[in-house]
């Protein structure tokens, strides 16, 4: 029997080498551009008649925005609005990457489960925000890792822990979405294997299979849910950053 | 596990960044803006509602106002035509009771002295029925022929002593 990890095993479709780094066409690489061409799709297709009055399908596109506009202002202030293509892109992304994983259909690869893939995002994110928090306040943007009003004994403490849990910032933002999406989809498939096999245990077998089965209905809708918060949380943890480098607290 | 592979970061590293740069450009140089134009004109559209709506009932009110000021006008109006021409009517009335009356009044007059005239012309029948009927009498009885004058005078005294 397949192991509920090989799900997310990457496939090569197309053989790609450039300068002897591996560049392959992977199912990876496929969910990515689905994710793309489906936001576009969803974007634009919704936006096509530009109505006054939207519709349900300009409506959501709507909300998506403005939904990540409120979250963005509400954070980091008006300064933030010109990184709002940003945060919307990534939302949107990893949004689509979660759900487009929800599809039971397809066997569609779900990358935000890869490590590689969170962490990069994590690490552009935080790469990112650290340099627009030197080029807004200079050398400045250090005094971040030294809180204010605490003496200077404390300070020995106090600044070391800040620039670490500055630094495990990309980890626990690419950590926590690896690990849901791992967590979900690997509990989805131990179950499904449940379901297949109770049910070759003949009839009663079958009727004992209803449970795990439930439990995957259950779990599915839970999952739903876990994809769109933990882009939400993603997004939200961005937007915070942001925060911190524009504002420094 | 297959994330800990280290032969699929770079393809997968690779073509995040390709295909996040696509979204990325799509969504600022096309998405987004189509999309806060939308918004934006949504809520212009709503404010110049407003103030259009807010413009109209504002001369809505006006209209009420001067509608309202128009009806006083025209009831205070009325108001004075009926009383100035009630004081007219009034004024008619009482010259004509008045002419009337003046005329009942001489009417009235014309005929007490009509009536007096016709008493005085009576009374004088009377006295010379009297006179005539005293002559007769005294003649029948003493056989004397009085003097018209005489016994004209003797009515005309006993007239005046019962009178």
Not at chain 1, 23 to 42: G, K, Q
Request: hydrophobic share 55%; charged share 15%; net charge negative.
């Amino acid at each position: 029997m397949a192991s509920p990890l090989d799900q997310f095993t990457v496939l090569k479709w197309a053989d790609i080498e450039v300068a002897g780094y591996d560049i392959s066409f992977t199912n990876s690489s496929a969910a990515m551009v689905a994710s793309v061409v489906l936001i576009a799709l969803f974007v634009t297709l919704g936006m096509r008649k530009n109505a006054l009055v939207p519709g349900r399908w300009q409506s959501s596109v709507e909300m998506c925005y403005e939904f990540v506009a409120k979250m963005l202002g509400d954070t980091a202030g008006p300064d933030g609005r010109k990184y709002f293509p940003f945060i919307f892109s990534l939302f949107m992304f990893v949004l689509f990457a979660n759900l487009i994983g929800m599809l039971p259909w397809l066997h569609p690869f779900t990358f935000t489960s890869h490590i590689a893939v969170t962490f990069a995002m994590a690490a552009f994110v935080f790469v990112g925000v650290t340099l627009i928090g030197f080029i807004t306040h200079g050398f400045k943007f250090l005094g971040f890792f030294v809180p204010h009003g605490a003496p200077w004994y404390l300070l020995l403490i106090l600044v070391p822990i800040e620039i670490i849990s500055y630094l495990s910032r990309p980890i626990s933002l690419s950590v926590r979405l690896f690990a849901n999406m791992v967590a979900g989809h690997t509990m989805l498939k131990v179950f499904g294997g449940f379901v297949v096999s109770l049910s070759a245990l003949g009839a009663a077998g079958v009727i004992g299979a209803i449970f795990p089965l439930a439990f995957i209905v259950a779990l599915t809708g839970l999952e739903l849910l876990v994809a769109c918060l933990q882009a939400y949380v993603f997004a939200m943890l961005t937007c915070l950053y942001l925060n911190d480098a524009l504002h420094m607290h | 596990m297959p994330q800990l592979d280290l032969a699929v970061f770079a393809p997968q590293i690779f073509w995040l960044a390709v295909v996040f740069a696509v979204l990325y450009i799509f969504m600022s140089r096309s998405a987004a803006p189509k999309i806060a134009d939308v918004l934006k004109k949504r809520q212009n559209t709503i404010a110049d509602d407003l103030a259009e709506a807010e413009k109209l009932q504002a001369k809505a009110e006006e209209a009420r106002v001067a509608y309202e000021k128009s009806q006083n006008d025209a009831r205070n109006n009325a108001a004075a035509v009926v009383l100035s021409k009630r004081e007219e009517l009034k004024a008619e009335a009482e010259e004509a009771y008045q002419k009337l009356s003046d005329d009942l009044a001489a009417k009235a007059d014309e005929a007490q002295a009509r009536i007096n005239a016709a008493k005085d012309k009576a009374l004088g029948e009377v006295r010379d029925v009297a006179t005539e009927v005293c002559s007769d009498i005294v003649s029948q009885i003493s056989g004397l022929n009085l003097d018209a004058a005489a016994v004209s005078k003797a009515v005309d005294s006993k007239m005046k002593g019962d009178g």
